[in-house]
């Protein structure tokens, strides 16, 4: 300071109460704080892109608006039969996972390619402080555009019927979204920062998401047939292959979230939930044409949950080792 | 992203408060001449504008020592100019370690130059004190007149003057190579006084930093 006060390029009285600041704002808060704005507001937002992913993740709310019959019939009664799932399919883990997925990937290495991230650890902030500054940014953006689409798509419901379930709907959208975003957001930026290029910490979150879905659709099937050497066991239960399904956890703690809002979960749901291993069709042993859903319980839903949680501060740990050992040129 | 965003955000990384920041940032950007400029975003910037921004986001924060790396790199030759013009005004106030491989230009901003060889450090001196010390044996100079044939003819006849080698430019000047300069500054004022020549320019070519490089490169 004392530099441009003697030579007047910066007015001496612009710097008073800087000293005055305490440390904490000064050292911790502050350079956070502009790290955090700065990823939100200059790095992620636009209005073009905030429109385009809410009006991708509304698809489905707004053809269910044009098809479907006003009032819809009576066993559609309940919006979280419509939507529920499929909303968190294909509104979260199909468009704004991949977004957030795709904004991640690129935050770290991107910038350490392009050199800008040379010029942000050459100032006095820690190398965790830039990455935790970051990734907060990006879950609260994407935070941002989970709570505007479930308002658009809660309004679009309401207009097409009064609906007697949009409360508990709203509330487990609103709860399990943000663990969607946490576990994929914090895996791929531990992944941008462990890994030298964009690509490969972009297309690692990427393929598992889609390795997720066709299993549920082409490989589970076929897991889920009584084994042969125990026919009461299906071959997913007798290789205890729960305990590596992502699929089957990511739904096990959407689950938990509807215990609480949905104390009574319908057939529907169920059945949805069935090719990824949280219900199973048990056969009625006299009556073998008539079978009843039943809810798996490999896991508890709390269980699911912290497991997911630690996968994704593992990744994130291990990433940020890798990264404030990384030697930053331009 | 603006310049003037762009600095605040810079001041922000050293913890200064928005307010600072902002405030700070202006007075650098009117320093620089780019006060009219805080509406455009960086990337419609020039080189030059951008490597001022650069610069004034190093200045943010008032540092005592800078450390600049070809800080006129990529530069067209305004650019350049701006920039080392800039780097002198600031030295007068700060310490600053400017790193390069273009001489000339250090030879313009710094008074003191150290300079590497093979990564070692060969010499450590004032530019003046260094160009004394490794400068040639004989000096140049340059002569223009109002007749130079007539002065390089007086020249070449009078060898035992201390003039080496004397010769017309491309320029049409007159280049003089000697041994001993006070031979030839006296021969000169004779010329004035017998022949009644007018002297338009008589210089001596000072040695470049460069040349001094090659010499310590060599020696190394």
């Known amino acids: 300071m004392n530099v441009f006060q003697g030579k007047g390029i910066v007015r001496s009285e612009n710097f008073k109460g800087f000293s005055a600041q305490s440390s904490f ?29 809410i009006l991708a993740m509304n698809i489905m709310p707004i053809l269910m608006y044009i098809y479907f019959p006003k009032p819809t019939p009576y066993e559609f009664a309940s919006v979280n039969d419509i939507l529920g799932i499929g909303q968190i399919i294909f509104a979260y883990l199909l468009v704004c996972i991949p977004f957030l997925i795709f904004s991640s990937a690129s935050m770290i290495s991107e910038e350490i390619s392009r050199g800008t991230m040379l010029i942000l650890v050459s100032k006095p902030v820690s190398r965790k402080k830039i990455v935790i500054g970051k990734f907060l940014a990006i879950l609260s953006y994407f935070l941002l555009i989970h709570l505007t689409s479930l308002g658009v798509t809660s309004i679009l419901c309401l207009i097409k019927q009064p609906f007697n379930d949009m409360l508990p709907f709203f509330l487990s959208q609103l709860l399990y979204e943000p663990i969607l975003l946490y576990f994929f957001g914090i895996i791929t930026m531990g992944l941008s920062m462990a890994l030298k290029q964009t690509k490969t910490a972009l297309l690692i979150p990427i393929i598992t998401i889609l390795v997720m879905f066709l299993s549920v659709f082409m490989i589970k099937p076929a897991l889920f047939q009584p084994c042969i050497f125990n026919k009461n066991l299906t071959y997913y239960e007798a290789f205890q292959l729960y305990h590596f399904d992502l699929g089957y956890h990511i739904m096990n703690v959407y689950l938990g979230i509807l215990d609480i809002t949905f104390p009574e979960i319908s057939q529907s749901v169920a059945g949805m939930l069935v090719n990824w291993g949280n219900y199973k069709i048990v056969y009625n042993d006299i009556f073998p044409e008539e079978f009843s859903l039943v809810r798996t319980h490999y896991y508890s839903p709390i269980a699911s949950l912290i497991l997911l949680l630690c996968i994704g501060l593992t990744f994130f740990i291990i990433g940020i080792r890798i990264f404030k050992r990384r030697e930053i040129t331009s | ?12 990384l050293f913890g200064l408060r928005k307010s600072v920041a902002r405030a700070g940032a202006r007075d650098l950007l009117e320093f620089f001449g780019l006060e009219e400029e805080t509406s455009k975003t960086i ?13 004034a986001s190093t200045l943010i924060h008032g540092p005592k020592l800078l450390i600049l790396d070809e800080p006129t790199t990529n530069l067209d030759p305004v650019g350049r100019k701006s920039i080392i013009d800039y780097i002198k005004q600031l030295s007068t106030d700060m310490s600053i370690f400017v790193s390069s491989h273009i001489l000339s230009e250090i030879e313009q901003m710094c008074e003191e130059v150290t300079i590497l060889v093979n990564g070692k450090i060969v010499i450590t001196d004032k530019i003046r004190d260094l160009k004394d010390k490794y400068s040639l044996v004989e000096d140049k100079f340059v002569l223009d007149t109002d007749d130079n044939d007539l002065v390089l003819r007086e020249f070449l006849s009078s060898r035992d003057e201390g003039i080496k080698k004397a010769w017309i430019g491309d320029d049409s000047k007159i280049y003089i190579i000697t041994e001993q300069k006070r031979k030839l500054q006296e021969f000169l004022s004779n010329l004035i006084r017998e022949q009644g020549i007018l002297i338009n320019d008589f210089h001596q070519v000072e040695v ?11 020696k190394e």
């Open chain 1, 25 to 53: 704002m000064k050292d911790h808060f502050i350079p956070f704080s502009s790290i955090f704005k700065k990823t939100f507001w200059v790095d992620l937002h636009s209005f073009k892109r905030l429109a385009f992913i």
């Open chain 2, 208 to 218: 470049p930093l460069q040349d001094v490089f090659i010499k310590l490169m060599e």
């Open chain 2, 43 to 55: 990337a419609e910037f020039s080189g030059g504008m951008k490597q001022k921004v650069g610069l």
């Open chain 2, 1 to 12: 992203m603006t310049a003037l965003d762009y600095l605040v955000f810079m001041a922000q």
